[in-house]
Structure formats: structure tokens, C-alpha cells
């Protein structure tokens, strides 16, 4: 269950670096907004503490970044040895969906100005 997963997450970053990648060369200063991005995204995944320890009033918090849904599959997977809840993975398929269909989009239409911007 890991490879699957793996694929996912996979793809699910390559459609958000196709975005990023288009916005960074039109407005330079993603890249400094991406590092404060990535660390507050961080500490609002569930990586170093348990789920089940945030105050239910925070947690929609937590559900609103997308990496938690690949770690809490994860855990499942190579923590608790069970397979991930199916609810999780039809979510984790959408959003990987829709970041590579929406990434790969935004890329394509914006590639032919690249040269100029650069």
C-alpha cells in the first residue's frame, strides 16, 4: 500500500511545483512566500504530534492542508499495519487530481512567455 501511496504524493507534487514554478518566474518574490508557506504548512501536519491530540476546534485546521491527508495514510499504513481509511484515499485522489490537471494547465498556457519574463 506504500508504493501507491507514494505515487500519489508523487504526482500531488509535481502538479503543485508545475503552479509554483509558473508563479515564480512572473512574480519573484514567491519564492521567499513559499518558505514561510512550507513552514507554517509544516506544524499544521500532523508529522510530529498525533491527530488525535489537537483540540477538535483546531483540526479543521489541520484537515485544510492537504499533506495531512498523505501522512495520516502513511501512519496508518507503516504505524498502525492496517490499510488507509478509503474515505482518505478518494480525497487524496481528487486532490492529486486536481493539482497535476490544474498545474499541468497553468503551465502549458503560460510556458510561451516564459522566455520573455526570464
Request: avoid cysteine; charge should be neutral; hydrophobic fraction near 55%.
Amino acid at each position: 500500500m506504500v508504493f501507491p501511496l507514494l505515487l500519489l504524493h508523487l504526482l500531488f507534487t509535481v502538479g503543485l511545483s508545475f503552479l509554483i514554478a509558473t508563479a515564480t518566474v512572473f512574480y519573484r518574490d514567491v519564492r521567499h512566500f513559499m518558505e514561510i508557506i512550507i513552514l507554517l504548512l509544516f506544524w499544521l501536519t500532523p508529522i510530529i504530534y498525533d491527530v488525535k491530540t489537537v483540540p477538535e476546534s483546531l483540526r479543521s485546521a489541520i484537515y485544510s492542508n492537504p499533506q495531512s491527508f498523505f501522512i495520516l495514510s502513511y501512519q496508518d499504513i507503516l504505524y498502525r499495519q492496517m490499510a488507509p481509511d478509503w474515505h482518505r484515499l478518494a480525497i487524496l485522489v481528487g486532490l492529486t487530481g486536481v493539482a497535476l490537471g490544474v498545474g499541468y494547465w497553468v503551465m502549458g498556457s503560460f510556458k510561451a512567455q516564459f522566455a520573455e519574463e526570464v
